[in-house]
């Protein structure tokens, strides 16, 4: 029996680690996501560090070549001018000299190949940094879909519910307040009698003046003047 809780709780720990794992799941991405950007930019200070050391490499190697130049060419001065003792230290200062050029030669050109790797790595690991970068995003979307459905209860679509009523029951006070204002502009509008309609197309006496009354009174009174100047 004991055997048997043992395996039960056992089996109950590995089932909660397993859920809160799962529940968990973004925010440890999270963190490796930050852990692998940041792995991800010590390489890149490193690698800049270790060409900026092989750029000082360089400019060594161009002087020892440049005193050794410089130095055989005074030696081969010195043996024409019969100083064989002079030509023999500076043979031994060139000698010493092409060692230390040999040992930067053969330095640089691993070290270029090392680069060259390294440079594949990293170009290689900023684009799966890329990819994670993205995967994230979409499964950030995809989890808040998710939580939004776990989370969905009864008396939330009663709460949307409740909300759609409301906007349908504020839709109907609004077209109702626009069809009584309607209505209020209509009745406040004189309906044209008969009468009028009559009066307006020429039938009987007009019972208010017209702009064609006014203008020719106004004519009228122009020829009046004209008149009375002449």
């Known amino acids: 029996m004991l055997t048997l809780f043992r395996t039960l709780a056992r089996g109950a720990a590995a089932q909660a680690c397993e859920e ?70 500076a043979a031994e200062a060139i ?22 790797r390294l440079r594949a790595v990293l170009a290689d690991a900023t684009r799966r940094q890329a990819a994670l970068e993205r995967g994230r995003r979409v499964a950030a979307a995809s989890e808040a879909v998710r939580r939004l459905r776990l989370t969905e209860s009864v008396g939330e679509r009663a709460n949307l519910r409740q909300a ?38 020429g039938y009987g006496p007009r019972t208010r003046p017209s702009s064609g009354d006014v203008l020719a009174r106004l004519r009228s009174r122009v020829e009046a003047v004209r008149s009375a100047s002449a």
């Open 20 to 89: 809160a794992r799962d529940r968990h799941a973004l925010l440890v991405l999270d963190q490796q996501i930050r852990e692998t950007a940041a792995d991800l930019e010590r390489g890149r200070r490193t690698l800049a560090a270790a060409i900026a050391g092989d750029s000082a490499e360089a400019r060594r190697l161009a002087e020892v070549e440049a005193r050794a130049a410089d130095l055989e060419s005074r030696a081969v001065a010195a043996l024409a001018a019969g100083r064989e003792d002079l030509a023999r230290e």
């Open 164 to 201: 759609e009523a409301t906007l349908a029951r504020l839709q109907r006070i609004q077209a109702e307040a626009t069809a009584t204002d309607e209505a209020l502009v209509a009745i406040e509008t004189p309906e044209e009698t008969i009468a009028d309609r009559l009066e307006r197309e």
């Open 95 to 116: 000698a010493s000299l092409e060692t230390e050029r040999d040992a930067l030669r053969t330095a640089r050109a691993t070290f270029s190949g090392e680069v060259a």
